[in-house]
């Protein structure tokens, strides 16, 4: 199932997305998708509706050097256990929306495509083997980061933190085995990182096992599970697109803050 939310310009709903490529549709549902799903009637053609950030989550938790040849593209050695770090909630936009380049304080601003965990119940110290029970399904991630102020600071908060840093979308796929995807971001068309999830050094379940362990996750929090090799700058104009096999694609245009 894709859970997408959305406006018609009357309100914000959520709603599920179905028919093939240039016949979708989203049905409307009530309530927040975290239980049965129940549809309220309404239909609405999805080039008809803007979509937003498929979720507002209270937090987002970041893994870092996921995947050892990102890790090793950029001088680090690949850490034992993982490294989390986190994005403020303000910093999540949705697809079609702008990546927003904040051209004063930073001179390198970087895409790094992810495969997002979107958390489906209250949960703390998920063992390994109940981790399924806990997920409500995943998505596109970018993780756009201020590489030269990440370079600069001894955390990630400021680098990792901006407004519009962290786009999320098109939807939620809820029906998904993530272990084996291919996941691909391109700006202006062009494959600038490829990859798969089972390059990951740490798994899903074993990530969220071990935030959980940290933090309380509550329904909507989303775990960032790393990047691939291949990252690189985006300046502005550009368009930025992360697609994940059997997700869809989220894409993105970088425009001017200041």
């Known amino acids: 199932m894709r859970i997408a939310r959305f406006s018609t310009g009357e309100g914000v709903s959520f709603g599920v997305v179905e028919g093939g490529p240039g016949e979708e549709f989203v049905s409307a549902i009530s ?3 975290f239980g049965q799903v129940q549809f309220t ?37 690949v850490p034992d256990e993982p490294l989390i770090f986190m994005k403020p909630s ?46 409500f399904g995943y998505t596109c991630a970018n993780d756009v980061t201020a590489r030269d102020l990440q370079k600069r600071d001894v955390q990630f908060t400021r680098a990792k933190g901006f407004d519009t840093f962290c786009p999320l979308g098109p939807w939620i796929r809820t029906d998904l085995d993530p272990g084996d995807l291919a996941l691909t971001t391109t700006v202006n068309g062009e494959v600038r990182q490829s990859g798969r999830t089972s390059q990951l050094v740490h798994d899903i379940p074993a990530l969220v096992a071990y935030v959980s362990a940290v933090m309380t996750l509550i329904p909507g929090d989303v775990i960032l599970t790393g990047t691939p090799a291949g990252v690189g700058p985006i300046e502005i104009g550009d368009e930025v697109s992360v697609g994940i096999e059997g997700i869809g694609t989220l894409t993105n245009k970088v425009v001017a803050r200041d």
């Not at 008809?48 to 680090?76: F, W």
């Not at 702008?98 to 119940?121: C, K, N, Q, W």
């Open 31 to 33: 309530g927040h998708p």
């Open 41 to 77: 009637g309404e239909r609405h053609p999805l080039s008809q509706v803007k979509l937003l950030a498929p979720m507002l989550p209270s937090k987002v938790v970041a893994i870092g050097r996921n995947y050892a040849e990102h890790a090793r593209e950029l001088g680090n050695d």
């Open 90 to 135: 303000t910093s999540v936009i949705g697809h079609g929306e702008s990546i927003a380049y904040p051209t004063t304080l930073s001179h390198r601003v970087d895409f790094e495509g992810e495969l997002a965990v979107v958390i489906g119940r209250l949960c703390r110290e998920v063992p390994v083997e109940r981790v399924k029970d806990v997920v």
